[in-house]
């Protein structure tokens, strides 16, 4: 079984302060690690995916993740939130081998203050 | 190209009547999923197709609930009868498969914008 944990259903930060969106995972195989973004009234969009390549995955719009196997953890970071941030983040886990089931956090909704 | 299109994009009914939302995933992609999403219960997986072929429904609520896949390119989330606590926006994801053109699948999945369902 594989599972998400997001620590915090909101996170408030300044803008041009630095993003921490915690992520926690539990998989018994090296799992792929996504994280999705929602925008108000949109769909789920990839910000960026771990795939057992490198361990720091650079996504889009300055948003990173590094996946750490001792914490079994793949917190996404921002180095300076802009307000077009805001929205709500989406981690996520699958596993290799043909089509396995992506199982989905329970979100974090950002909100940057001006 | 075009993402994955879902219609209608909201839609308002009353109980007891039937609710049909459509969605056309990308071209080349195998899979296709549908979501519910509510502030109670987050991102639910109703159910999902392989090759048209439905593959885990175990997500889908009760039987008033019904999904189709008649080719590569349409699906449908039925609901008859629909009630107040069928309130949510539903979404369709689809897939591409796994090692076409060598490249191994991700399970990266692409969200259509979804379906905001209010039944009355």
């Known amino acids: 079984a594989q599972s998400v944990t997001q620590l915090g259903s909101h996170v408030s930060v300044s803008e041009g302060a630095l993003v921490l969106l915690r992520c926690n995972y539990s998989?018994?195989?090296?799992?792929?690690l996504f994280w999705y973004v929602q925008y108000p009234n949109q769909g789920l969009q990839l910000l960026l995916k771990y795939t057992s390549a490198a361990t720091l995955v650079k996504g889009i719009n300055g948003f990173e993740a590094e996946f750490k196997k001792s914490e079994t953890s793949f917190h996404l970071t921002k180095p300076s939130a802009h307000m077009s941030d805001a929205a709500e983040y989406f981690c996520?886990?699958?596993?290799?081998?043909?089509?396995?089931?992506?199982?989905f956090g329970t979100g974090t909704k950002l909100q940057v203050i001006p | 190209d075009a993402g994955v299109i879902q219609s209608p994009r909201h839609e308002v009914t009353e109980m007891g009547q039937e609710v049909t939302l459509r969605c056309k995933p990308i071209?080349?992609?195998?899979?296709l999923f549908w979501y519910r999403q509510t502030m109670m219960r987050g991102l639910e997986l109703l159910i999902y197709?392989?090759?048209?072929?439905?593959?885990?429904d175990s997500g889908m609520p009760e039987d008033r609930f019904s999904a189709k896949m008649p080719n590569a390119s349409f699906s449908t989330l039925k609901i008859q009868p629909s009630e107040p606590r069928d309130s949510a926006v539903y979404f369709c994801a689809s897939s591409p498969t796994s090692g076409r053109g060598g490249g191994a699948n991700y399970n990266e999945q692409f969200f259509g914008p979804g379906t905001r369902l209010t039944v009355l």
């Open positions: 996520a886990v699958s596993s290799p081998g043909g089509y396995q089931k992506v199982t």
């Open positions: 197709f392989n090759n048209n072929v439905p593959i885990d």
């Open positions: 998989s018994s195989v090296p799992p792929y």
């Open positions: 071209s080349g992609h195998d899979y």
